[in-house]
């Protein structure tokens, strides 16, 4: 019975180390370049599975105090903190904001919702004149030409303290009505598309005057995944009912979707990056929907010389995605390393877009 023991022991190990083995393979996947290894590069989803499970056998251990093989999941932990921590930061809120901060609200607004009015209001359009940010960048920005739906002069009015505003139609697909806005306390002294292949997405580049300096700004809205209504319920099936055969077709599809979308927005992320590298100012903020999680090619390459603003001074998973049982953090702002971000939040207090906004303060770092 000792020997059986020790073998169980040994299998459970064998287990912990694969594993173990599987999280750190999605904690550094955002290495691989999706144009080379599309399949490969969206392993970083399967990130908090895997950590997860590291941290069911870590507990395992301690409980039945076997200290040496708690030794493989907390290795394991270690070699992926830095992953560990910006896919779930934890960060206390503070009271206590610099003078001159400002603040960035980020927010995919879903076309206001389809444009629709309750009661005359739109519930979006009253929570972007409620939020009190100096900065709103918009995706999936539309209004109507109807009078019964929200028309551009309702945002204006609504709108009125943001003196300032840009509008732009992004995508080199035929017909594409896919809009970004940036509204603004700010003096917005120039605007420009970045040039990158999409037919329906894109990126603005901003130039806003803040007292004495200038901060570029670049909002953004990168190759959604391209999961049309049906393949999000094979994914709820599979969640609620997970046969063999079911998962194994339904996850065949979904990774060969993902891995097209991830190969998309790669060249995406590296002009950004770009754009960031050739920015004529100091100072520097990126925002928007990345349509990819905190663990991904996508994140690295855009933050890789900046700073995530809710990594730094937000808490909790920050799922910004809210449809479909898509559980993610997709909407970011990042920051550039001489500005400090505070209290940054993704705000689950509306629900009438598929994502819910994410804002934080930000002023220069002393």
Known sequence: ??????????????????????LLFAAYSPYNNPELHPVQSCFGLTFPIFALVNGGFLIFWLIIQRFKQALVPLAGFLLCFPQL???????????NLPEGSFKVLSYNIMGFDGTIKKDGQNPILNYLKDSEADILCLQEYATSTAKKFLMQKDVEKALKDYPYHRIHTVGEGKGSTNKMACYSKFPILSAHTLKYK?????????????????????????????LTKEDKVVYESMLKDPQK????????LLVRK?????????PQADSIANAIAHSKHPYIIVCGDFNDTPISYTHRVISQDMDDAFTQSGCGLGISYNQNKFYF????ILV?????????TVDRSIKESDHYPIWCYIAPRK
């Open 198 to 226: 999409s037919d329906y997405n894109g990126s603005v580049v901003y130039e806003i005057k803040i007292g004495e300096d200038t901060l570029t700004l670049i909002n953004n809205h990168l190759e959604s995944n391209k």
């Open 336 to 344: 550039s390393p001489n500005l400090q971000s505070f209290n940054c």
């Open 329 to 332: 953090r997709i909407d970011n």
């Open 85 to 95: 921590h910006t896919y779930c930061p934890i960060n206390w809120h503070t009271d």
């Open 1 to 22: 019975m000792k020997h059986l023991g020790y073998f169980v022991v040994f299998l459970i190990l064998a287990a912990n180390v694969l594993f173990t083995g599987l």
């Open 258 to 266: 993902l891995a097209e979308a991830s190969a998309i927005r790669a």
């Open 245 to 252: 055969e079911k998962v194994k077709s339904g996850a065949r």
